[in-house]
Structure formats: C-alpha cells, structure tokens
C-alpha cells in the first residue's frame, strides 16, 4: 500500500511516516522544505512531493497520483484546516482515491454548536462540505487534546510556570471536569492502525474515530506535575461558572473572531463544563499499542530536560 503524508515534515507527520514504515507500507511525502525531515526517514520514502504553498495544485495533482490512502498531517492552522484540507481533498477526489484521513487529531467538536468553540468552526465547516459536496467519506479521529499542550496556556487550568511557581485556575467545579488527551506517538500508532484495520475504513467508507491516551482533571494534573518534578502546584479557584461565562463574553467582545486564540482556554474551560469534551463512543486499540501514562510522558519529560509544555 503506498500512502501520502501531507505535511510530513512535522512531528506527527513524521511519527506517522515512521510507523507507517514499520508496517511494511510505502510512504510518500508532501511539504514545502524535504530538508527539515531526518535524512535516515527521508531515504527510506518512495518519494517525496515539494510544493511551494498549500494551494500549489501541480505539486498536490502529482502528489495524489496512484496512492491509495491520504493522510493530512498539515500543522493546526486555520488556513490549513480549512483552505488547504479541502485542496487536499479535492486532489484526491481527482485521483479518484477512496481513503483519506482528515486533520483533525482534536477534542471532540463534534459535541458542538457552531461558533462555540472558534478554534474548531474549521474542522465543523470542513466536515459539513465534504459530507455534501465530495465523492469521499474522510476518516476523523478525535484524540482529546496533545500532551504537549495540558501545562500550557491552552490546557485545562491555563497552567502558568513563569514565575517558578506552577499554578492551575479553575472556575465553579471546573477542577474534576473530565479532559481526555493524548501523546502523539500514541496517535501515530493508532492513526496507522485505523488506516490498517479500522470499521469500513479501507472501504472508503470514513467516519468517527475517538482515542486517547488518558483522561485527566485539572486536580489530577496538579498531582501528577508535583510527582514528576517535586515543585508545588498551587490550585486557585477564580470565581463561579457565570463569572466565567461572564469573563468570555468579555472577551469575546473586547478581542473580537481574530483574537480568538486570546480566550481560547476560557471558551474550552466552559465547554468542558457541561462534559462536552468526553468521548461517549471511544475506540480501543490496546491489542495494537498500549497507551501512555501521564505520570511516564512527563518522565520523558523530565528526561529531556523540559517541564510539561515547555
């Protein structure tokens, strides 16, 4: 089986490349600079795509040709979750390729309303046209947000570590609020698994794939954060869910759709809230790779010298 990885030069391009490999597949790239990928990784592809920009549609035309399955590992940008995925998609409809796994390793935006949650209008507005203008039926897994990013600005809590003094903030219950995540090389296993071996996957007929590698709370990263580097996590309470729903419409207000990022931990902190992030209908794949913890990704942390999300 050859696949296309676009986007290949990032890191979970790459991580899906190489296990992609692992399981005897041919892998193909696309991307704008080949030298950004490890040469050992680069020599082991059939070939590999140089495209000037996303909309570059000779370089995404020769790309597609003769694979069977795409994969879109474009980096979590608005342009490229929307304008550049649907080129994809476009390219592969012309080819007349029947599997394609869209960019959308999220939380689950399927739980929400349009506009809820700014940062995935994208992903709601790239599923709604394909459902109803193309010939394929893409693949979306849904895997809670990545390990990377839960001691950070964007994680639950809006960790801040700046100061020496790590500290996670909360609003009304939001300390027990359930936040599934996921380590991207667990992704890549499970992403080349879903392509293998998925439910109507290799039949070109898509759908809803709902993985991670743990669910945790803002209490249980504080634990697991003083565990791993023994330094203290001051847990704060802000203020009630009104007050938070409040502060968001504030913001909202004040910064406007294109400062979206600048309340994103506010407007995820509320849906999480009512549950809207939990995964009713998870994928289980502990027969291909068994998942990560959170206290042995912050080991790996630790080891490389870094603290969570830095």
Do not use: C
């Not at 936040?179 to 293998?196: H, K, M, N």
């Not at 439910?199 to 954060?225: H, M, W």
Request: aromatic share 10%; no cysteine; glycine share 10%.
């Amino acid at each position: 089986m050859l696949i296309l990885i676009a986007g290949i030069t990032g890191g979970l391009g790459q991580r899906l490349a190489t296990v992609a490999l692992s399981r005897g597949l041919s892998v193909r790239g696309l991307g704008r600079s080949p030298d950004k990928l490890p040469a050992d990784l680069a020599a082991r592809l059939e070939s590999f795509i140089e495209s000037e920009t996303y909309y570059d549609i000779p370089a995404l035309d020769k790309a597609v040709a003769s694979v069977d399955a795409v994969i879109d590992a474009y980096s979590p940008h608005p342009v490229l979750d929307l304008d550049a995925q649907l080129l994809l998609l476009r390219a592969a409809e012309r080819a007349q390729i029947k599997v394609f796994i869209a960019s959308t390793w999220s939380r689950d935006w399927t739980n929400l309303k349009y506009g809820e949650f700014e940062h995935y209008n994208n992903h709601i507005h790239f599923e709604h046209q394909a459902g109803t203008t193309s010939s394929i039926r893409p693949v979306y897994i849904l895997s809670g947000l990545f390990a990377n990013l839960l001691y950070t600005q964007y994680g639950p809590g809006a960790f801040n570590g700046s100061s020496g003094k790590p500290e996670l903030s909360y609003y009304g219950d939001g300390d027990t609020d359930k936040w599934p995540w996921s380590v991207q090389d667990d992704v890549a296993e499970w992403t080349i698994d879903i392509l293998l071996h998925g439910d109507g996957v290799q039949a070109g007929k898509g759908g809803f794939f709902r993985i991670s590698s743990g669910v945790t709370t803002i209490r249980e990263l504080a634990s697991a954060y003083e565990q791993a580097f023994s330094v203290p996590v001051k847990v704060t309470r802000k203020g009630t869910l009104e007050d938070l729903k409040t502060e968001l419409a504030k913001l909202r207000k004040d910064k406007g759709r294109a400062g979206y990022f600048e309340y994103m931990g506010e407007a995820a902190a509320v849906v999480a809230s009512r549950g809207g992030w939990e995964h009713a209908d998870a994928t289980v794949l502990e027969q291909f790779r068994k998942p990560t913890s959170l206290s042995q990704y912050l080991s790996g942390e630790k080891h490389e010298g870094r603290k969570g999300g830095k």
